[in-house]
């Protein structure tokens, strides 16, 4: 067992956490990133990615993972194969966290970019074919489904909204519901039902998904919920949008978060209530929940860490020539 000091102290790795250790590290602030169970967050499950700037081809997102976080530490950063399990954030800076390992991290700033997960059915196929056919996000993929027949399962406003979005490259876009009512804002609902491109099966869940010979999705084995009865729908595509799990486990009752469960921050911001923590990332962020959106609140937070610093610093001198 060891102890780490640092000066910024970044628990997780995906977009956010790799992109303020970079700006720390440049500001020499000689930050230590806890990189977690998934080093390189949800991107390191995401196969082409088209979005990121910088890029004119397609990029894998594992590779675009190991370029940020190698970029890390070429400027200073060190990398640590840790996982926390406790934090203290009592009585302000310095804040202390303690790694599965046994280790402790003692930083003079936090960073929380701990990321979320999307929630799956957990119906058979559904990760086998993951990046073949089946995802979790139509901002990012559904570029990859131009004209082609595509399905969106739920019925909150994730699930209207990755649909009304997906009419963008397809025209034959069908919403999949367990109930007979969707659970989504009203306003969405009626976007919903004005698109010609959107069809709805009300009352259905899907029992598995099913591949074809080339190995990619093929068709979707759906159960009605009030008859038993078995159907199937052949689509090209099937994104699930139930919902994201931020997380924050480790922060319950030590910092504010809203009701889903994300951390909260000031507007405009990665700060949170307690001075020297910041969030960045999809920790916080239940609407865009983008690799180049978590990259900026990274950026935002080294950059606000290191205004934090330096505004104690100058306190603390001040109290000291006032002391002479």
């Known amino acids: 067992m060891a102890t780490h000091h640092t000066k910024m102290l970044i628990i997780g790795s995906g977009p956010a956490g790799y992109s303020a250790a970079i700006y720390g590290a440049r500001a020499m602030l000689e930050p230590i990133v806890v990189q977690g169970l998934q080093p390189g967050g949800q991107l390191t499950i995401t196969t082409d990615v088209e979005n990121y700037p ?27 194969w840790d996982t926390i399990v406790s934090v203290d954030l009592e009585g302000g800076a310095p804040f202390k966290a303690i790694g599965d390992s046994g280790d402790e991290y003692i930083g003079e700033t936090l960073v929380i970019c701990t990321g979320a997960q999307a929630k799956w059915l957990g119906a058979p196929g559904e990760q086998e074919l993951g990046g073949k056919g089946v995802s979790a996000c139509a901002t990012c993929d559904g570029f990859f489904y131009r004209g082609k027949k595509v399905a969106v ?30 659970r989504a804002e009203k306003i969405l609902q009626d976007r919903l039902m004005k698109s010609p491109k959107i069809s709805t099966l009300w009352n259905k869940t899907v029992k598995s998904f099913e591949a074809g010979e080339d190995g990619a999705l093929h068709h979707l084995v759906l159960e ?28 319950k009752g030590k910092l504010a978060m809203d009701e889903s ?29 983008q690799a180049v959106t978590a990259a900026g609140m990274g950026c935002m937070a080294a950059l606000d860490g290191e205004r934090f610093l330096a505004a104690r610093e100058d306190a603390e001198e001040a109290v000291s020539e006032a002391a002479e």
């Not at 159907?231 to 994104?239: H, I, M, R, Y």
């Open 54 to 80: 910088g890029y004119r081809e397609v990029v894998q997102g594992p590779w675009l993972m190991e370029e940020m976080k190698a970029q890390a530490e070429h400027v200073g950063t060190r990398m640590m």
């Open 261 to 289: 469960g994300y951390l909260d921050v000031e507007p405009g911001t990665p700060k949170t209530a307690i001075p020297g923590v910041f969030a960045a990332g999809d920790v916080t962020d239940h609407v865009y929940r």
């Open 224 to 251: 009605d919920t009030e008859t038993g009865e078995t159907s199937k729908l052949e689509v090209d595509g099937a994104f699930v949008a139930i919902g994201h799990a931020p997380a924050t486990e480790l922060f």
């Open 153 to 182: 399962i739920g019925g909150g406003n994730t699930a209207v909204e990755e649909a009304l979005y997906l009419t963008n490259h397809s025209d034959d876009v069908t919403l999949i519901h367990r109930r007979d009512e969707l």
